[in-house]
């Protein structure tokens, strides 16, 4: 079991994010509690995936096709960070 850590931004972010986006990310946060980053991979619909570039060592996961989940994980502490919740833009 791990610890989902969000800042203040994200919960006023998700807050004010479409109702669909927040119901996502609510499932979101239950089966990164539950399983971490594993248990997300296995769910197509959210596309888990490692960051390259200026992100290495954060992890994207997809809420829909616009809405995003940066998070990284501290597996020594079983903590999951989540650093921003935002619409992607193309």
């Known amino acids: 079991m791990r610890r989902i850590f ?3 931004a994200v ?3 998700v ?5 669909q986006v927040r119901v996502r990310y609510e499932a979101w946060k239950r089966i990164a509690e539950q ?5 997300l991979r296995l769910i197509q619909g ?3 995936e490692a960051l390259r570039g200026e992100w290495k060592g ?3 996961s997809r809420l829909n096709l616009q809405w995003r989940v940066i998070y990284r994980v501290c597996e020594a502490e079983l903590e ?3 650093v921003e919740v ?4 193309y």
């Open 6 to 8: 969000e800042t203040k």
């Open 11 to 13: 919960r006023k972010v």
């Open 15 to 19: 807050g004010r994010a479409p109702r």
């Open 35 to 39: 399983s971490g980053p594993r248990g």
């Open 46 to 48: 959210f596309r888990d």
């Open 58 to 60: 954060f992890r994207s």
């Open 80 to 82: 999951v960070h989540v």
């Open 86 to 89: 935002n619409p992607h833009e």
